[in-house]
Each structure stands twice: as C-alpha cells, then as structure tokens.
C-alpha cells in the first residue's frame, strides 16, 4: 500500500471538514478525490503531505507516519496545491532549479522523469512564472513536483479553471506518469474526470459517499434511469417535479434525468401525463447512470 | 415584433497594438435564450463580453445589447443588464441582507422596491435564517443562488453569467439551472461564458470561439451531429485542436 488513511477526523471549529475517513491506495494507482467545493479535498491533502495535523485517526504515506515521520514524507512526496504556489518573479527555469536543489538533487539527475512535461514550456524558460499562461504553469508546477522523483504524487485540483484542451493534455500527462511507477492521488470538482481514475472516492461535506473502480461505481446504481427530452425544458422540469411516481428530476444538459418509484415503470402513462400537460416533442429512453448520476443519488438528502 | 433579438453583434472587432483578441465576430442572440458562450483560454470571450457588457470600447464593428448600441450607449447598458461572476459577485464581509441592499442601491432601486425585493428573494431562497449571517460563512452553492438572484435584482432584460457553476456539488448546479431556466421562462436572456462543457450541454445554441474568432454556433444537439461527437467537450477538442 502506498497511502493508507485510516478513521481520519479534522474539524475547523464548528466545521467538520473530515469525517472519518479511510481509504487505501495501492502502489502505482492513480486515485481520483472526486468532490465539490467544500468536500474536504484539500484539508485531506494538507494532512497527508503533513502540512496539517488530524484531530484523530492516523495515516501512512510511502510507509511513513504522517505525524511521526514527517520529514521522511516530504522528501519522498510532491505536491501540487489547488493554487499557484511557485515563485512568481523567478524564470520556468530558476524555479525547477530552486526545487531540485532545495531536494538535494540536479535537473539532469531526474530530467528523463520531467522530460515530456517539461520540453512544453522549454522555449519559454528565461520567461517569469508569474507572466506564464495558466496552462503553461500547470505544466511548470508538475515539473516541479516531480524533479525530486517522489514515490507518491499529490494534485489538489490540478485543473480547475483550465479549458478542455489543457485539462485533456494534463490527463495523458498523467497516465504517462503512472507507468514511470509514481502512486497519484488527484482531486478533481468535475465528475467527467472520474472515469480516467483506476479507483475513486466520491467525497461531500467531510465523508465518503462511496470508494471503487469507475465503472463499479456506476454499475451500482440502484435503479433503471431514464433520460426524458421534451420543446420546453423549465415545463418539462416542472411537470416531472409533479409526478406522483416521481423519485429524482435532474436537469441534464438537453434531456432531464428520471428515476420513478416503482420497479413496473410504465413510460407510456408519463408520456401521456407529460402530453396532458402541454408538453410536446416528448422523448424517454432508458439511458445508461453517469457518475454524476451515482453521486446525485448517494448525496440526496 | 421588429426586434426578437437581444443582442446583435456584426463585425465586433477588439485589437491591443498589434494583437487582435476579437476578430470579427457577428451572432445574434434572441430574446429569452440561453446562449452559451465558449472558448479556450486566451480565445478573446472575456475580452468580447467586456465590449458587450459596455466596459472595453470595441475597436470597429457594431454591436447592440437590450437595444443600446455599444459605442454610444454604454451607459443604458449597464442599467438594463445583470452580471454575475463565479470569482467576483458578492461581497464576503456583508450579510446577505446587506449585499441585497447594497446592490438595489447601485441599480437605483427605491428603498421600498430594495425591501419588497428582499423580502422575496430571502423567502424564495429559503434564506430567512442566515439573512443576518455574512455571505463568506454560506456554502458555496447558497451564494451562487444569491448571487444569481441579486444580478436580476433590478429585472434586468439580461443577465451575463461568468463561469457561473464551477466547483459546486452536482444537486446544487442542477437548482442552479433550474433558476436560470425559470428565468429565460420568463422573457430574461442569459449569456453564458464558459470553458466547462457540462455547463454548455444546459444552452439552448452554443457559439466557440478560437483565437478570436467564432468557429461555430448552434445548438448542442446540431454541434455534436455536425462534429460525429459524443459530447459538448469532443466537439470543442475537435475545433480547438483543428
């Protein structure tokens, strides 16, 4: 096991940002946090790169205690937070050489483990950090996670607010990474991220709502789910939402997501109460869960 | 009904010395739409939705936003649009209530009309417990609402939303869009920028745009049929990475 994490609490006065968590991550997995603002993704990451105590349970990182060997741990994890934390007024390249000697090591030492990440912003490597585009500090931030070659990576939200051809570009970045045999554990807000994970825990106020493989995850779902298009999606909303039979109305980009009550579901009686109620162009087909659809249904209150 | 539309854009060009960050962008925009505005970073969105929202002066082209024209107008703009950002759009330090008043003031409201608004809005959000409480100690999703709500305060025929439903839980999102879609329901057009392609699913016509240009716009369900994609974010990759 490379991280164990084992009835973890933290709680910020009246907040309880952690709620005994657990979980384990097996060497060379790529472990997805996957959760909202507010889950408690980064007090989790904060604790296990030792840069915040628990209030109680304990944890091991690379076999190391997260209390006790603290110093062990920083020299054999990187960590990339949720924000932009190099040196602002230093080059791409003053930047990865602070982090290299800081770890008592060289650029050329670990530069086949950077190699990919880093001839991207090669060209731009007298350049400041703080004048770098977002996806160019992205790619500066990782390469210097990494060139003390740690055992396990940490990414607190490593693309939030990055646009779909970054984020994509950082996802096969990654999974290069993990047959170099580095252990990540990443968090992510965007569910659509989920499925490139081996394994995930979806997290909500503090807890684990579920941990297993993405696909598992979405096998769970424990009823027939329905996608329902019809010309007006606010009345079409507002309709399903007075369905008596109704058991979960989610908008989901053009269709709404439906789940009925019953185990006998009959979509012929919902398109004729939908007709009855003005709607028109009416579709319903059975669709397959997302993770999205899993985490909307363990979250229901 | 002469003018169904919004907001007419022609030509609408931004140039920074020799650096054109918006390039002859043309679309309209019809009355009560959702209309989903993206790009990648650094595509010029923020920059176009500075001209439209009347606080960059656009370098050539014509544009007109609720009727007013963006070179001379900007003014009356600003008076008959909403704005709400995800990273700026209520201040952390007043109560909700305060934030309520603070900004009827700006849009000119009477005291009266701020306290009948207030009262409403407080009792539709469920609020009414925490009105006292400072908008910094509310989850993220509550003020998203609030802040949806305060940028139509002034019943705005507009409303700009920026980035609005990043990093909120998925129920949450979902209440989100069940307001904007209430409003649009009622006659208010939503412009929506975004890079999150999930939030672009939810438009009625979507429009990219590509080093300052618009590459394509229509609805997601013809994006993805024009694009053989199976989602909003293929079709962008397709058109980014060209």
């Excluded at chain 1, 970054?166 to 580095?182: G, H």
């Excluded at chain 1, 992510?188 to 684990?208: F, H, N, R, S, V």
């Excluded at chain 2, 209430?182 to 929506?192: M, N, S």
Aim: net charge negative; charged share 25%; hydrophobic share 40%.
């Amino acid at each position: 096991m490379s991280i164990q994490v084992h009835e973890i609490y933290k709680s910020y006065g009246q907040v309880n940002a952690l709620d005994n968590i657990s979980f384990e991550v097996k060497s060379g997995e790529l472990f997805g946090l996957i959760g909202p603002d507010g889950a408690g993704k980064t007090t989790l990451f904060r604790i296990l790169t030792t840069l915040l105590l628990p209030d109680r349970g304990n944890a091991r990182v690379a076999g190391y205690d997260v209390v006790r060997d603290l110093n062990a741990i920083r020299r054999h994890v990187g960590y990339m937070p949720g924000r932009f934390s190099l040196y602002q007024d230093l080059t791409v390249e003053e930047n990865l050489e602070f982090f290299a000697t800081i770890f008592g090591t060289t650029i050329a030492e670990n530069y086949d483990l950077i190699k990919d990440i880093y001839v991207q912003i090669e060209p731009f490597k007298d350049r400041r950090a703080g004048k770098l585009s977002g996806g160019m500090k992205q790619k500066l931030a990782l390469s210097c996670a990494l060139i003390h070659r740690p055992k396990v990576l940490f990414l607190d939200e490593p693309t939030t607010g990055v646009d779909p051809v970054s984020r994509k570009e950082f996802w096969e970045m990654l999974k290069r990474l993990q047959e170099k045999d580095i252990t990540i554990l990443v968090s992510t807000p965007y569910m659509d991220e989920a499925a490139l994970c081996d394994q995930i825990a979806l997290m909500q106020d503090g807890k684990i709502l579920e941990i297993d493989t993405p696909e598992a995850i979405v096998r769970h779902y424990p009823k027939p789910i329905y996608k329902v298009g019809a010309h007006d999606m606010y009345l079409l909303i507002e309709t399903l939402k007075a369905y008596p039979h109704r058991h979960s109305v989610y908008p989901f980009g053009e269709y709404v997501h439906y789940t009925d009550t019953r185990m006998d579901f009959d979509s012929g009686e919902l398109q004729t109460f939908l007709e009855a109620h003005n709607l028109s162009e009416i579709h319903i087909e059975e669709t397959a869960p997302t993770i999205e659809d899993t985490f909307m249904e363990l979250a229901k209150p | 009904m002469k003018n169904e539309n919004a907001i007419t854009v022609s030509e609408l060009t931004k140039t920074f010395g020799t650096f054109t960050a918006v390039n002859a962008i043309s679309f309209e925009v019809k009355k009560g739409e959702i209309f989903g505005f993206l790009g990648a970073n650094g595509a010029g969105k923020t920059t176009a939705m500075k001209m439209l929202i009347g606080i960059l002066k656009p370098s050539s082209g014509q544009a007109t936003v609720a009727g007013f024209d963006v070179h001379t107008e900007s003014e009356a703009i600003k008076r008959n649009i909403g704005y709400m950002s995800q990273k700026f759009a209520l201040y952390d330090d007043l109560t909700v209530r305060e934030n309520i008043t603070f900004f009827g003031g700006i849009y000119g409201l009477s005291r009266k009309r701020i306290q009948e608004k207030s009262k409403q809005l407080i009792e539709d959000l469920g609020l009414g417990a925490v009105g006292k409480s400072l908008v910094g100690s509310l989850p993220l999703g509550w003020k998203q609402k609030l802040a949806f709500s305060v940028a139509m305060l002034h019943d705005p025929q507009i409303v700009f939303l920026d980035e609005p439903t990043g990093g909120v839980d998925p129920i949450t999102r979902r209440q989100f869009w069940e307001m904007i879609y209430k409003a649009a329901h009622a006659g208010t057009t939503l412009f929506v920028t975004t890079h999150y392609m999930d939030e672009a699913e939810y438009c009625n016509r979507v429009s990219i745009m590509v080093n300052g240009k618009i590459e394509a716009l229509d609805t997601p369900k013809n994006l993805k049929q024009h694009f053989e994609a199976a989602t909003m974010n293929d079709v962008f990759l397709k058109l980014a990475r060209g």
